[in-house]
């Protein structure tokens, strides 16, 4: 079971910094509060997060989360781990251990590496968005416990959170359907990124699981980020009539959907009317858009935090460390598809 300081918070009506002082031993808490406080932690079986309390091996440990680059098209100012930034600085503060944020870049690798090896780190999360099967042997040569972060690789043991894309492109299809699309298409970034690859994939099996069966010519690369994606969507629009074109699309994730839309807008169509539109991630950029975009939604809450923990408990309890955890999404309904009639 998974505690986190807003969790006791709500639970005993305190405010989260108060439980963040206990759990850390720090002062600007009274000793009545701290008392209710600490001991509603004992109940709930996680006295060990308590400073000072018996062998608090969490604080003694030092994490890295590891951000690696591979030419940066999806970590560059477009980049989604900032929006999971904070819940893994939390998490692993609630659990006691520091963490220090390490940038690794493809073209150096070796001397970014000499440099996770100077921190000490007890262990490292690896958002690895960008990182492919034949540099993992880098991180694996560090001898300290791994948590991959939104990738997993066949080849390596190695312990793995991931996103659920299959469920994703199933919800985003499963939608479409509901609201009347039979012709449904595929927006790709055209990245060789394993994430976009498995939704493209799940969605032409989701197709087929709804008995339509996934049409190739209407799996279209336009480019990545918004802005490639609007010029490859608008080359898509130039070259076919609207007949020709499905009523839906979705998309490798949000940025791509941006993209599309501002294409379809410029061609003189509008979205939802003439094309429905579905992203993947739930970014802020969705609400900031007309029409606002469905999408899947990403939990940030859990997708860095549960990383963390998995790391925590291979780290103090050497718990299986060759495990994979799949995070599933949730289906965001706002304004960018039209319910048609059957």
Do not use: W
């Not at 000499?114 to 921190?119: A, G």
């Not at 939608?175 to 449904?184: D, E, F, S, T």
């Not at 918004?226 to 074109?245: D, P, R, T, V, W």
């Amino acid at each position: 079971m998974a505690i986190r300081a807003k969790d006791i918070a709500r639970e005993i009506g305190v405010s989260e910094a108060t439980v963040s002082l206990v759990i850390n031993g720090k002062p600007g808490v009274s000793d009545k509060t701290r008392a209710r406080v600490s001991g509603k932690i004992r109940e709930l079986g996680f006295g060990y997060l308590l400073s000072g309390d018996g062998n608090n091996e969490y604080n003694a440990h030092r994490i890295g989360f590891v951000i690696y680059k591979d030419g940066g098209k999806l970590l560059g100012e477009n980049s989604f781990f900032p929006l999971i930034l904070d819940e893994i600085e939390t998490t692993a503060r609630e659990l006691g251990f520091s963490v220090t944020i390490v940038y690794i870049n493809r073209s150096r690798i070796e001397e970014d590496i000499k440099y996770i090896n100077e921190l000490n780190c007890s262990g490292c999360v690896i958002f690895a968005t960008e990182l492919h099967e034949k540099e993992v042997h880098f991180f694996k040569e560090l001898a300290i416990p791994l948590v991959v972060l939104d990738n997993y690789f066949i080849d390596h043991n190695i312990a793995s959170v991931k996103l659920n894309n299959q469920q994703g492109e199933h919800l985003a299809i499963k939608y479409l359907y509901k609201m009347g699309h039979r012709k449904i298409g595929y927006l790709g970034s055209g990245l060789e990124i394993n994430s976009f690859e498995e939704r493209q994939k799940a969605a032409m099996d989701a197709l087929e699981r709804f008995g339509l069966t996934g049409d190739k010519n209407y799996f279209f690369k336009v480019g990545y980020p918004n802005e490639e994606a609007q010029k490859g969507m608008a080359k898509i629009l130039s070259m076919y009539s609207k007949e020709e074109l499905p009523t839906a699309f979705v998309s490798d994730n949000d940025l791509v959907a941006v993209g599309a839309i501002r294409a379809i807008k410029d061609f003189g169509y509008q979205v939802p009317e003439d094309f429905s539109v579905v992203g993947y991630d739930d970014r802020p950029i969705c609400t900031m858009v007309s029409p606002q975009i469905t999408t899947i939604e990403i939990p940030r809450d859990l997708f860095g935090a549960t990383a963390v923990r998995r790391l925590a408990r291979i780290i103090l309890y050497n718990e299986d460390p060759y495990t994979i955890t799949s995070i599933n999404g949730v289906l965001v309904e706002r304004d960018s598809v039209k319910k048609l009639k059957q």
